[in-house]
């Protein structure tokens, strides 16, 4: 059981908590029925993602077990039978699917569609360059996606670009990190690795950085433009949002992006900013009329 739970990454769901971003900017997690239904799509998302880990642990088992901490997952380690994660994988994205569909269409096709990229990704577009990252991130984007999907709240169109550049930017840096931290190695793992070289991961993570913050910004004054509150807290909230950024470019040229979760769940000031940040967002969106 410990081996099938580690097979899982329940420490990887953390990043599914990008489903209350939208229903969260929209203002109605303060209702008990968009909260339930965002937590259910947050469990879906979840028994989504542990499928897909499941199969693509078997599919990389041999792989992983030249790599110098993969080869100590479940599957690689032998722990758990590779026969076990196929049944296991599938039966958990059918019932993630299912989840989905049980609570609004909406949401089933959501979840049916990033089980499909990410199945895709695993077996094929992992391979190709560039390719590789956009997929991750449109991985990113499905999940706030599924948030508005559960909860039937409208999508703006700055907020989907805010979404999809801020997804690329931190998937850009981990790209670069594995790169650094495989080096030659790379070509026995992941040969995919080798095409990203650091001047290209930071052209990457300039270019989605930059797009993220002037979406941001231009978002901030969409919302505050449709409201009436004296305080500026929507205008605010692009200062904290800013510095937030700043300090995980900082430390992507640390090299320590690999890991996406660990850097968010490891790094206090990244935590005391982002806070600060959902603080002053949300003054905006339940203080304002």
Request: glycine fraction near 8%; charge should be positive.
């Amino acid at each position: 059981m410990r081996g099938l739970l580690l097979l899982a990454r329940p420490k990887q769901w953390s990043k599914n908590v990008l489903v209350f971003a939208a229903p969260g900017a929209a203002g109605v997690l303060d209702d008990a029925g968009p909260l339930t239904d965002t937590l259910i799509a947050l469990l879906a998302l979840c028994l989504a993602a542990s499928g897909t880990y499941f199969l693509n642990d078997a599919r990389d088992v041999e792989a992983d077990r030249r790599h110098p901490t993969k080869r100590r997952r479940p599957l690689a380690a032998g722990i758990v039978p590779i026969r076990v994660a196929y049944v296991g994988g599938v039966l958990l994205m059918v019932a993630a699917v299912g989840l989905g569909l049980a609570l609004r269409w909406q949401l089933g096709l959501t979840v049916a569609g990033y089980v499909v990229l990410t199945t895709v990704y695993s077996t094929w577009l992992k391979t190709i360059a560039v390719v590789d990252v956009a997929t991750v991130a449109a991985g990113f984007v499905l999940r706030a996606i599924a948030g508005a999907a559960a909860t039937g709240v409208p999508i703006s169109d700055w907020f989907f670009i805010v979404t999809t550049f801020g997804s690329l930017f931190m998937v850009s840096g981990k790209r670069g990190a594995e790169a650094a931290e495989m080096g030659q190695g790379a070509t026995e793992t992941r040969a995919v690795l080798t095409a990203y070289t650091p001047t290209f991961t930071a052209y990457l993570r300039a270019v989605s950085s930059s797009a993220v913050l002037v979406a941001y910004c231009l978002w901030a004054f969409e919302k505050a433009d449709a409201t009436t509150a004296g305080v500026p807290y929507y205008q605010l909230s692009i200062v904290p949002f800013a510095v937030a950024i700043l300090r995980y470019a900082l430390v992507l040229d640390q090299g320590r992006g690999s890991a996406p979760e660990e850097v968010v769940l490891a790094d206090r000031p990244l935590q005391v900013i982002g806070a600060v940040w959902a603080v002053v967002f949300a003054l905006g969106v339940y203080t304002s009329t």
